[in-house]
Antibody, heavy 120, light 106 residues
């Protein structure tokens, strides 16, 4: 079964912001960092950033700094990715993913993906 | 890309497929491999260079030598046709993925 449940598809205009959610169980939430990965249509995987669910500390890939915000709600065991200043190039499927205790830093838990479409 | 993969490889059923991933971070950093089929989320097939998660068939194996990591699929089956991505620590911090290799089973 899907252990990370993401929010539904979004359509946004250029310049807008989008916020994607990723809900999981308390056990999975508390163990290991959340990572966000995106995939543009027909393209490869692109790592965006990580967030520690306990401290809230986060960091992102250089190309997204200043545009991406990663947060969490510990009460609802939900992580969030917000991306601002959207352009057509941000059209992609956005995945949240985590590593379980057994795989080191290998991402073995994935959400189902959230399609974000940027259209005027 | 910090990690370089050939764009495509083709093999016949029953043959061995060797997918490579070249990166300057190797061998100091581990390599992880993912299989992705159309319309699906990626699936981790090997971790820490050569470990295999539970549920992944034994025909999938990983190795690393020098600046090259390799995913070997022995006795390729039709169901193995997919895109494969390597993943490791980025030279500028964080994580990176290779560009991906499309495996075609002839």
């Amino acid at each position: 079964q899907v252990q990370l449940v993401q929010s539904g598809a979004e359509m946004k205009k250029p310049g807008a912001s989008v916020k994607v959610s990723c809900k999981t169980s308390e056990h999975i939430f508390n163990n290991n960092d959340f990572n966000w990965v995106r995939q543009a249509p027909g393209q490869g995987l692109e790592w965006m950033g990580w967030m520690n669910p306990n401290s809230g500390n986060s960091d992102s890939a250089q190309k997204f700094r200043g545009r991406v915000t990663m947060t969490r709600n510990t009460s609802t065991t939900t992580a969030y990715l917000e991306l601002s200043g959207l352009s057509f190039e941000d059209t992609a499927v956005y995945y949240c993913t985590k590593a379980s205790k057994t795989t080191g830093d290998g991402f073995d838990i994935w959400g189902q993906g959230t399609m974000v479409t940027i259209s005027s | 890309y910090d990690l370089t993969q050939p764009p495509s490889i083709s093999v016949s059923p029953g043959q061995t497929a060797r997918l490579t991933c070249s990166g300057s971070a190797f061998p100091n950093q581990y390599c992880y491999w993912y299989q992705q089929k159309p319309g699906q989320a990626p699936v981790l097939v090997t971790y820490k260079d050569s470990e295999r998660p539970s549920g992944i068939p034994e025909r999938f194996s990983g190795s690393s030598s020098g600046t090259m990591a390799t995913l070997t699929i022995s006795g390729v089956q039709a169901e193995d046709e997919a895109d494969y991505y390597c993943h490791s620590a980025g030279t500028s911090g964080g994580w990176v993925f290779g560009g991906g290799t499309k495996l075609t089973v002839l």
